[in-house]
């Protein structure tokens, strides 16, 4: 034993020490437990120097590092204790030789994510390399073995302030390390992404970029010698990928990747299909038809500009028509709606569709759509768009004015007066309706959508919530998963699918779920936000914090992100807080959009105003919430669930969901 550590196996050695299988007798789950060699915190000193800094380290809350849980010392052993991750080391994996591209790109983003949240951090891992990533039975990777991290200056990155461990000098292993680390210079985050390099040059040739046969050869050829081109040794290889490689493999610091950030988003450009110019979209019906939800791309990263701009320069050698002969053209844009006969109405649209998807800039995106709508008045895919992104002012926590559902069934109707046959307009009217409260217009809406656009996958997730609405979470389950099964990176029928699993009582699977969107994109707020819901209903309120922690300060004011604040203050006893955070603008917001009301009857449940509790309860079962299951399985809810009005309006929305008559199955 070793402290509450009940040690099982050995399952891996190195020059940092000697890992073990172990038994959390306290918390009663397996851990890794690392045993460092004698000497290596030579005193007390460098003692609480290491227990600082593994206290840094388990502060790492990211679902591609493994979690570092305790450091502690038993009988002059000192030992770091870990998460233990299953599956198999890339060591591994890459005995069997090089790996599909595909398969190359998606374990570096996920390195490179893992790499984004340690930097930022101020942690820089000094051995990276495959024996320190292990892939788990779903293939996420994790990155393990923090042991000769170091960390450096929040402010200077460049500047090492401290060693988490008290042995110094280069550190690392010898193929791996950069070449500032060999000549003893000043190493920094760059020296993670020249590993990073070296990791993905073995993933996609099956060797190493340098195989020096003596230690002195191979440190020469890391310092001098160029390495050889990756296309050489795998053909097949993409010019793209090659490249990314080789610039993690610059010898001069300063021509690589500057941070981890820019590694990962030519990774996810890489692994994003280049979408067509307007006038080759594949028409509606073909089997090859895809067309993305307005969310697809704002979790992947930008957008290769180049095929916009095409798109653009295509447009402008087309003489405009006159206005006499403006008609809805038979020309398909980029999200299979009809092309305005103007030209440059349809650039303006393709722009709005670049910032809403590739960066999710909703202001500039509505700019861009009312100069659209002023060029041809009668755009009907453009009007349809702009009512959509009235609904996205609410839904995504900007405003608290429910006139944007009013303004948004204006703009849909406007459209379908253009275009009757705008499945988009359909869609902005079902998310309208849903979020107003008025559900039951929602399938009729969706129905029609989807006969106009069979690949619309927004129209899909309002599906997906009107059955979650009605506590109908198989049906939700099984839209939720079509809609994946028509793309895996549409995120917001991942986190749909998460949130109806969580709302069965299913944690584990809805935290999968929500990690899922993090390999992706590890600042999407609508993920960080459900990871601290299930992390407060777990109880886990210092890992519930630390999630909400990584929100982007520029949302910290935004309604969603309030309201977990408000949920985690309340929680964790500071009743002030959670009051001030509760204030009439949030409380006005949580009225009229029908997912974030039932968080407030949630609040006063935990503060203990029980009147107020039961009042939100029934304003959020008016609303059009009949989730049932969840209102009696809620844990944020259980101080007022034996109140006899609780039974009273549970029992009877379960009357009413016993007499509601199915909607028709999907076209």
């Keep these: 034993m070793l402290g509450h550590y009940r040690i099982i196996e050995q399952i891996g050695a190195g020059g940092m020490g000697v890992v073990y299988r172990a038994r959390d007798e306290r918390l009663d789950r397996d851990v890794a437990v690392k045993v460092l060699p004698p000497g290596t915190l030579a005193d007390d000193s460098a003692r609480k120097r290491f227990r600082k800094e593994a206290l840094a380290l388990s502060r790492l809350n990211h679902p591609n590092i493994a979690t570092v849980h305790d450091f502690d010392s038993e009988a002059g052993i000192d030992f770091l204790v870990t998460e233990l991750v299953p599956g198999m080391t890339l060591d591994e994996k890459l005995r069997a030789g090089a790996l599909p591209e595909q398969e190359v790109v998606r374990i570096g983003m996920q390195m490179a994510d893992g790499l984004v949240a340690a930097h930022r951090e101020g942690v820089i891992h000094r051995d990276l390399k495959p024996g320190n990533l292990r892939l788990t039975p779903e293939g996420r990777l994790k990155i393990l073995d923090f042991g000769l991290a170091k960390r450096v200056d929040p402010v200077d990155q460049g500047t090492i302030t401290q060693s988490i461990a008290e042995a110094g000098g280069a550190g690392g292993t010898l193929p791996y390390m950069a ?183 909703l202001k500039r ?58 499945g988009r307009a359909h869609s902005a009217l079902a998310a309208a309706y849903l979020l107003q409260g008025r559900k039951e217009l929602v399938p009729m809406e969706v129905e029609q959508a989807l006969a106009a656009n069979r690949a619309d996958l927004d129209a899909r997730v309002w599906l997906i919530n009107y059955y979650r609405l009605n506590g109908n979470y198989s049906q939700a389950e099984v839209v939720a998963k079509q809609a994946l099964d028509m793309d895996p990176l549409f995120f917001p029928a991942r986190m749909n699918l998460g949130d109806a699993f969580f709302e069965q009582g299913n944690v584990d699977e809805a935290v999968r779920q929500y990690e899922k969107i ?62 001030e955070e509760m204030d009439s603008d949030l409380e006005t917001y949580a009225q009229i959009s029908v997912w974030s009301t039932l968080p407030v009857a949630e609040f006063y449940s935990i503060t203990g105003d029980t009147q107020k509790s ?54």
């Design 179 to 361: 070449p500032e680390q060999l000549k003893g210079e000043k190493e920094d985050t760059r020296s993670d992404l020249w590993a990073a390099g070296v990791v993905l040059y073995e993933m996609a040739t099956g060797r190493r970029p340098f195989e020096g046969k003596t230690t002195i050869a191979l440190a020469d050829e890391i310092v001098h010698a160029p390495p050889p081109s990756p296309q050489g040794l795998q053909p097949r290889l993409s010019p793209r990928l090659a490249d990314i490689i080789l610039k993690c493999l610059e010898k001069n610091a300063e021509n690589r990747y500057q941070s981890a950030k820019e590694l990962l988003v030519d990774l996810r450009r890489l692994a994003m299909p280049t979408p067509l110019p307007a006038a080759a979209v594949t028409p509606l019906g073909h089997p090859a038809s895809r067309h993305r939800g307005w969310a697809t791309a704002a979790a992947l990263g930008s957008v290769a500009l180049a095929i916009v701009l095409l798109a653009m320069f295509q447009a402008r050698k087309a003489k405009q028509v006159p206005e006499s002969s403006r008609a809805v053209s038979a020309n398909r844009l980029s999200t299979g709606g009809a092309a305005s006969a103007f030209t440059e109405a349809n650039e303006y649209f393709e722009k709005a569709m670049l910032l809403l998807k590739a960066q999710y800039d």
């Design 365 to 422: 995106a509505r700019e861009m759509l009312e100069r659209a709508l002023r060029i041809d008045p009668h755009f009907a895919e453009a009007r349809a768009w702009y009512g959509f992104s009235d609904v996205l002012m609410v839904d995504g926590g900007s405003s608290n004015d429910s006139n944007w559902f009013y303004k948004a069934e204006q703009e849909a109707r406007r459209a379908l007066e253009d275009d009757p046959n705008s």
């Design 518 to 579: 993090f390999e992706v994109d590890s600042l999407n707020h609508y993920a960080i936000t459900r990871l601290t819901r299930a992390f407060m209903s777990t109880g886990d309120l210092p890992k519930a914090r630390r999630m909400l922690d990584l929100v982007r300060s520029t949302e910290r004011k935004n309604f969603e992100t309030r309201l977990a604040w408000a949920l985690l203050f309340a929680l964790e006893g500071n009743k002030e807080a959670a009051t």
């Design 614 to 667: 039961l009042q939100w309860l029934e304003r959020a079962v008016r609303s059009g919430d009949e989730r049932v299951e969840w209102f009696r399985r809620d844990s944020l809810l259980s101080n007022v669930r034996k109140h006899p009005r609780f039974q009273q309006i549970v029992e009877s929305t379960a009357y009413r969901q016993q007499q509601r008559r199915p909607p028709a199955p999907l076209p």
